[in-house]
């Protein structure tokens, strides 16, 4: 099964700044997705990472917010900038692609749980 | 569009106890069911799945049945243990969707020894 790590785990920050979260995979994947999960509720889809070119993202997400690039088809990275209290949530990586567990529709990594004072 | 509805939570249960953790769907076309699982401060861990009407999925004394004519996929086990404390998301995907998921909103179980 593929290792996915993502960096930092945990944080806490100021409201105002951004934070940068990373995505590693130890194999090339086709596809990356980012998630966010707020307090007490359920994943909710930000955007389709794609590698080269601009990000796919779900409504009531935009680009200027929620920056993401993708390099190459390892690593991905996802900014929350100018953070406010409502940010704080975990924020997931997934990644489909081949050589990986083909039962499963995405493997995740273990989050970053992000808390905005 | 596609939707996942479970149970409201959370769920407090003695050790042993039965578990049943209810989820219906809607979705166009023929979804594939999926129980994740996530333990503290993990990620999600596939549990099982079913890809098609009657398939039952299990893994580690769970199961889950795709009920096609009654949009379900009810997660059972028929003795909980104190290490299945986690939160569980019902999830679903359609084929042609990208490989993208809809979760439902979760439940946390605590199994109290």
């Known amino acids: 099964s593929a290792v996915i790590s993502q960096k930092p785990s945990r944080d806490i920050c100021q409201r105002g700044t951004s934070l940068t979260i990373q995505c590693q995979v130890d194999?090339?994947?086709?596809?990356m997705f980012w998630y966010r999960q707020q307090p007490g509720q359920s994943l909710t889809l930000i955007a389709t990472a794609n590698q080269g070119s601009e990000a796919t993202y779900e409504s009531g997400f935009v680009i200027d917010k929620f920056p993401i690039s993708r390099p190459n088809l390892t690593f991905s990275t996802l900014t929350v900038s100018n953070m406010s209290p409502e940010d704080s949530s975990i924020y997931l990586c997934?990644?489909?692609?081949?050589?990986?567990?083909?039962?499963?529709?995405?493997?995740f990594g273990d989050g970053t749980r992000l808390s905005i004072l | 569009g596609d939707s996942v509805t479970q149970m409201e939570g959370p769920v407090t249960l003695s050790e042993e106890a039965f578990l049943t953790i209810n989820c219906t769907y809607t979705a166009t076309g023929y979804p594939s069911l999926f129980w994740y699982v996530q333990y503290p401060g993990e990620g999600l861990q596939l549990l099982l799945k079913a890809t098609k009407a009657d398939d039952k999925g299990s893994n580690k004394g769970f199961e889950a049945t795709y009920r096609k004519e009654t949009t379900s996929f009810h997660l059972e086990k028929g003795s909980v243990q104190v290490s299945d404390s986690a939160v569980y998301f019902c999830a679903l995907t359609t084929t042609g969707a990208n490989s993208k998921l809809t979760f439902g909103k979760g439940i946390t179980l605590s199994v109290r020894p």
């Open positions: 997934s990644v489909v692609g081949p050589g990986l567990d083909s039962n499963q529709p995405q493997h």
């Open positions: 194999s090339q994947v086709t596809m």
